[in-house]
């Protein structure tokens, strides 16, 4: 067994556990954390395999903006743990059975004897980087399909925010065209009052 050989194994294990403890960490902080490390790994995966571009966007993307996000919105929110584990042994041997037949699926696809040679790079593909492979992709063949992506995760962001933008009533909002017509006998009103010694004076008469 080499040396990539056995990386492989210590972060494929990290991962497992790390996706192991994302569904049975009590704390949802913890939880969020232990999905970075099991991006991490992921990350270093794939640079096993030589796909550099990838681990890059997996750590730029995901563990530096997503996961981020995530992080935030879970310390931010009032969240009752003890509530959301309530059903959760209920649903075990449903996920377990999920998890067992994604493997067997794996199992199945990848001992075939073709896979192998469905692996192997295609005419045009040997000796240029997987980078300059997925971008000429990326805007030659797939480009149509890209845009098309992009103008649906624009609609759907769009449409999210709709959703979910309320008015709060407990929040105090400044109106700038209310303060731009203000006028200053609106908001100052000046009062007479005597001086000091006219106030003595008036006291001792």
């Known amino acids: ?24 960490a009590r704390n949802p902080v913890h939880a969020v954390l232990f999905l970075v490390l099991a991006f991490f790994s992921a990350a270093c995966l794939w640079i096993l395999l030589a796909a550099e571009f990838l681990a890059i ?3 730029l993307v995901y563990v530096g903006a997503v996961m981020v996000l995530f992080l935030f919105v879970v310390m931010m929110l009032d969240i009752n743990v003890d509530r959301l584990r309530q059903g959760f042994w209920r ?31 295609g005419p045009g593909i040997v000796g240029v980087s997987n980078i300059a492979a997925l971008g000429r992709l990326t805007f030659t063949e797939y480009v149509f399909p890209l845009q098309i992506a992009g103008v ?54």
């Open 1 to 24: 067994m080499d040396a990539k050989a056995i990386l492989f194994l210590i972060f494929a294990g990290v991962m497992l556990l790390a996706a192991l403890r994302v569904i049975t």
């Open 57 to 59: 966007a997996l750590v």
């Open 91 to 121: 649903h075990v041997p449903w996920g377990v059975g999920v998890a067992a037949l994604i493997v067997l699926q794996m199992w199945l696809v990848l001992s075939q004897p073709a896979w192998q040679d469905m692996n192997r790079p």
């Open 152 to 205: 649906i995760l624009l609609v759907a962001i769009i449409a999210a925010i709709a959703l979910t933008l309320r008015g709060r009533k407990d929040t105090k909002q400044q109106d700038p065209s209310l303060q731009v017509k203000v006028r200053s006998r609106d908001r100052v009103r000046l009062v007479d009052m005597p001086s000091e010694g006219e106030a003595r004076q008036t006291k001792s008469n």
